[in-house]
T-cell receptor
Framework: DVKVTQSSRYLVKRTGEKVFLECVQDMDHENMFWYRQDPGLGLRLIYF???????EKGDIPEGYSVSREKKERFSLILESASTNQTSMYLC???????????????FGPGTRLTVT | AQTVTQSQPEMSVQEAETVTLSCTYDTSESNYYLFWYKQPPSRQMILVIR??????QNATENRFSVNFQKAAKSFSLKISDSQLGDTAMYFC???????????FGSGTQLTVLP
């Protein structure tokens, strides 16, 4: 089974802090994704990556950056955390970019981030 | 652009009964994939069922089945013999070829009552 892990389940940070959220997948998947989940809004894509050192903006990239130095690891960075970034953050991965193997995503358990 | 609409924010069903969750979508792609994901209270999102748009036959996975109406752009999920463990947030999602990303609906919170 694919396993996607996230570094923390719960995180509390102060406004202005730099925050790192890490995600690791163990199935040699090419693609990795970061979403934020808010009530009534579903999941919104922040950034994704189709290869090492490669990244593309999703629907809501403002205030975030990402890093993918190794294939299995994809980090989300909040350069200066703000209260409106309080949310649930979900990481996901998929095998390739082609067809159903690219469409089907496997999710991590999520990180509940609170910025005070 | 792809959009997914789930018009039922919350639903409840008695244990052992059947419930249907609604989903409509819009896409300009000729080929695409549709998914239902489940997110139980523990928060791990898991895939429930998938449907490839070019396949006319409705997908079925044990107690879960879909009613895929391509012309109407509708993709509803039916859960038969509901169990307490089905209590979760359910998300409908679409993946269109050129978009290369999943677009999710806003979710339906399903509660199965004992």
């Amino acid at each position: 089974d694919v396993k996607v892990t996230q570094s923390s389940r719960y995180l509390v940070k102060r406004t202005g802090e730099k925050v790192f959220l890490e995600c690791v997948q163990d199935m040699d998947h090419e693609n990795m994704f970061w979403y934020r989940q808010d009530p009534g809004l579903g999941l919104r894509l922040i950034y994704f990556s189709y290869d090492v050192k490669m990244k593309e903006k999703g629907d809501i990239p403002e205030g975030y950056s990402v890093s993918r130095e190794k294939k299995e690891r994809f980090s989300l960075i909040l350069e200066s955390a703000s209260t409106n970034q309080t949310s649930m953050y979900l990481c996901a991965s998929s095998l390739t970019s082609l067809g159903l193997a690219g469409a089907e995503q496997y999710f991590g358990p999520g990180t509940r981030l609170t910025v005070t | 652009a792809q959009t997914v609409t789930q018009s039922q924010p919350e639903m409840s069903v008695q244990e052992a009964e059947t419930v249907t969750l609604s989903c409509t979508y819009d896409t300009s792609e000729s080929n695409y994939y549709l998914f239902w994901y489940k997110q139980p209270p523990s928060r791990q999102m898991i895939l429930v069922i998938r449907q490839e748009a070019y396949k006319q036959q409705n997908a079925t996975e044990n107690r879960f089945s879909v009613n895929f109406q391509k012309a109407a752009k509708s993709f509803s999920l039916k859960i038969s013999d509901s169990q307490l463990g089905d209590t979760a947030m359910y998300f409908c999602a679409i993946f269109g070829g050129s978009a290369r990303q999943l677009t999710f609906g806003s979710g339906t919170q399903l509660t199965v009552l004992p």
